[in-house]
């Protein structure tokens, strides 16, 4: 009897290297009715290919610059099943035998591409799809928080520095990314964005809102457990009890803790968060003219007014920027970029003016310091 010809597969060829795309389109053109309709030499033109010439299969490369393998997963979702191609790579292969996806490891024979291409007839013909959010979690377990979320518009990519996202919110089966004033559509959980992010930023204040705590201007109680963050730009979300108490941690976490991890992450803080009873005060650290210390407490100036927090001057000192805050005495902090002037009204005694006319004393070690930076 004679044998059926194979059903055509329209291919598309990923890789950033020339020699690595032509042997592929070598190796594939003995096998009948494979049609190669578009090589692309990085992940931005493998996500146009994709919306605008809808292929069978493609065959995508790991390395890449400017968009990674997982990267283009992420972008193409299940669209198109894929057949990974890569250089060594210990973690990137475990990752593909434990989720059984097809891959090539460079250099491979023209035997093996074969082996690859038979399985993904008979996947595609079984419709059965690629486990990608597993693939997505095991490689963000590798290179950690993502730092930039890619959206798919079409032909197009946008691509979100983390720390640009205001907020993340459910919108049924998609997710809506609010950033710089615009949104952004994505197929994807909630549950999952939540799972890429850094969690010492972004947290989940509710079942449909996750959100960068650093857009946070205070949080207000506006019924029985029943409470609101307002955003520095007015937004207004919601915050659900667990949200609540998610953000309280932040706060609660002994001090030493909490700037140890802070300089470990990031250096110094950027803002400072204070409880007010129900309301929570996030102060950007470039807003703070000094702290004083009073008693058990240190007292922030920002943008003429006073709040108070139970922590001690030198705990503040040592989490704040050193090349803007300088102790220019036993119970002052000051960030050097309020001063108007410093002048001496005694010996070795010395008085700093800021801007606002306010006079603090600096006293020897603190002049000292000073003068270092001024």
Known sequence: MPTSEPESLRVVIVDDEPLARAVVREFLASHPGVQ??????????????????SPDLMFLDVQMPKLSGFEVLDLIGR??????????????????EVHAVDYLLKPFSAERLAEALSRARSRL????????EALMTEARHREGPLERVLIRDGSQVHVLPADRIDFVEAQDDYVSFKAEGKRYLKDQTLAAVEGSLDPARFVRIHRSYLLNIERIARVEL??????????RDGTRLPVSRAGYARLAKLEAMPIEALMTEARHREGPLERVLIRDGSQVHVLPADRIDFVEAQDDYVSF?????????????AAVEGSLDPARFVRIHRSYLLNIERIARVELYAKDSRVAILRDGTRLPVSRAGYARLAKLL
């Open 36 to 53: 190669v309709v578009a090589e692309c030499a990085n992940g931005f033109e493998a996500v146009r290919a994709v919306s605008e010439l």
């Open 79 to 96: 669209a198109v099943p894929v057949v990974f191609t890569t250089a060594y790579d210990e973690y990137a292969v475990h990752a593909f």
């Open 125 to 132: 013909a079984s419709r059965e799809a690629m486990p990608i």
């Open 222 to 231: 506006y019924a029985k457990d029943s409470r609101v963050a307002i955003l």
């Open 301 to 313: 100036k920002a943008e003429g007014k006073r709040y108070l927090k139970d922590q001690t001057l």
